[in-house]
């Protein structure tokens, strides 16, 4: 089993940062890609970025890159997500996820990842 267990959401002004950490525990292994999701209100679940355990590459979509850093502490066994110039549509909850090597290093589907977080409130005012 792995589990994970975000942490790090609040209530902020729109401009400010966010750290979010996702502390895992189990066999998550070098091929393992750790992903970040969120879900706004009312909306799916959507990709935001990963990072390899291997390398530590990363990738990010499209509305967060440049804003957003996902780092690593192998002893730790930590995930965070930087949010930097946080907007109001950032809001909603956050999730990290894990999923197994045999999907490539891209994942982008919620499909792909096998173990989720119970997820850790970002809300971004005006």
């Known amino acids: 089993q792995v589990q994970l267990v975000e942490s790090g959401g609040g209530l902020v002004q729109a401009g400010a940062s966010l750290r979010l950490s996702c502390a895992t525990s189990?066999?998550?292994?070098?091929?393992?890609?750790m992903g970040w999701f969120r879900q706004a209100p009312g909306k799916e679940r959507e990709f935001v970025g990963l990072?390899?355990?291997?390398?530590?590459?990363?990738y990010y979509v499209d509305s967060v890159k440049g804003r957003f850093a996902i780092s690593r502490d192998n002893a730790e066994k930590t995930v965070y997500l930087q949010m930097n110039s946080l907007k109001p549509e950032d809001t909603g909850v956050y999730y990290c996820?894990?999923?197994?090597?045999?999907?490539?290093?891209?994942?982008?589907?919620?499909?792909?990842?096998?173990?989720w977080g119970q997820g850790t409130q970002v809300t971004v005012s005006s």
């Open positions: 189990g066999r998550t292994g070098s091929t393992y890609n």
């Open positions: 990072i390899n355990w291997s390398g530590g590459a990363t």
């Open positions: 996820a894990a999923s197994p090597g045999y999907y490539g290093p891209r994942v982008y589907s919620p499909h792909e990842y096998q173990y």
